[in-house]
C-alpha cells in the first residue's frame, strides 16, 4: 500500500540553527501538507501546497518556515532559525485531489528536537 | 469558542463493550468529517470519513453526523484492547482549503 515517507524520524539540532525536514508524499497525490504535534498537544495545520504553491498556510507558518518541492517526488519543510518552541512531531501529508472531500494520508513523522 | 471540540478522557471501556466518543465543531460551513486515530508517539490513520446526516456503518466502527446540531460521533462495537488510542476528530471544509482541524483527541482506554 503506497505510504507517505519521511525523513529524518528523529531529529536533534541546536537552537538557530537551519532544520530540513524531507517527506515523499504519495506517488499520484497532489496536495500536500504539513502538522505538527508538540508533545501533549493537538495536531495542528501549518500549510497547505498545490500545483507548486502554497494554497494555505496558519499563523504559526511565520517567516521561519518554508516549502519546497525541488523536485517531482520530494516536499520539504524548512525552518530556517530553530527555537526551543519549535521542538515537537512534525507530519507530513497528502490527499489525491481536493482535500474536502479526499482523504488525508500522514506519514510516520519526524521528531524534532531544539536544544 | 474552539474550532472543534472533544472530551479529553480517559474514557475507559471493558472489553466487549461499545465506546462513544462525541465531537462539536464550529464551522458550520465543515462539509467533511474524518475520525483519526493516533497511537501514542504514532502518526494519525484513519479510521472513517463521514460527508452526509446520518449514520455510516464499516465493520466495528459507526460514525454518525448532524450538521444541524454540529456534531460527528463515533461509536466503536465489541471494543478490543487495541484499540485503546487517541481518537481525533477533523472537520474540514472548502472554504478552509480543505485542510484538517483537529479536535485535542478522546483517550480510550479498553480494559481486558
Known amino acids: 500500500e503506497p505510504e507517505v515517507t519521511q525523513t529524518p524520524s528523529h531529529q536533534v539540532t541546536q537552537m538557530g540553527q537551519e532544520v530540513i525536514l524531507r517527506c515523499v508524499p504519495i506517488?499520484?497525490?497532489?496536495?500536500f501538507y504539513w502538522y505538527r504535534q508538540i508533545l501533549g498537544q493537538k495536531v495542528e495545520f501549518l500549510v497547505s501546497?498545490?500545483?507548486?504553491?502554497?494554497?494555505?498556510k496558519s499563523e504559526i507558518f511565520d517567516d521561519q518556515f518554508s516549502v519546497e518541492r525541488p523536485d517531482g517526488s520530494n516536499f520539504t519543510l524548512k525552518i530556517r532559525s530553530t527555537k526551543l518552541e519549535d521542538s515537537a512531531m512534525y507530519f507530513c501529508a497528502s490527499s489525491r485531489a481536493d482535500p474536502s472531500g479526499n482523504t488525508i494520508y500522514f506519514g510516520e513523522g519526524s521528531w524534532l528536537t531544539v536544544v | 469558542q474552539k474550532e472543534v471540540e472533544q472530551n479529553s478522557g480517559p474514557l475507559s471501556v471493558p472489553e466487549g463493550a461499545i465506546a462513544s466518543l462525541n465531537c462539536t465543531y464550529s464551522?458550520?460551513?465543515?462539509?467533511?468529517f474524518f475520525w483519526y486515530r493516533q497511537y501514542s508517539g504514532k502518526s494519525p490513520e484513519l479510521i472513517m470519513s463521514?460527508?452526509?446526516?446520518g449514520d455510516k456503518e464499516d465493520g466495528r466502527f459507526t460514525a454518525q453526523l448532524n450538521k444541524a446540531s454540529q456534531y460527528v460521533s463515533l461509536l466503536i462495537r465489541d471494543s478490543q484492547p487495541s484499540d485503546s488510542a487517541t481518537y481525533l476528530c477533523a472537520p474540514s471544509s472548502y472554504n478552509q482549503g480543505g485542510k484538517l482541524i483537529f479536535g485535542q483527541g478522546t483517550e480510550l482506554s479498553v480494559k481486558p
Open positions: 463521514i460527508y452526509s446526516n
Open positions: 506517488s499520484n497525490h497532489l496536495y
Open positions: 464551522d458550520r460551513g465543515s462539509q467533511s
Open positions: 501546497f498545490y500545483n507548486n504553491e502554497i494554497s494555505e
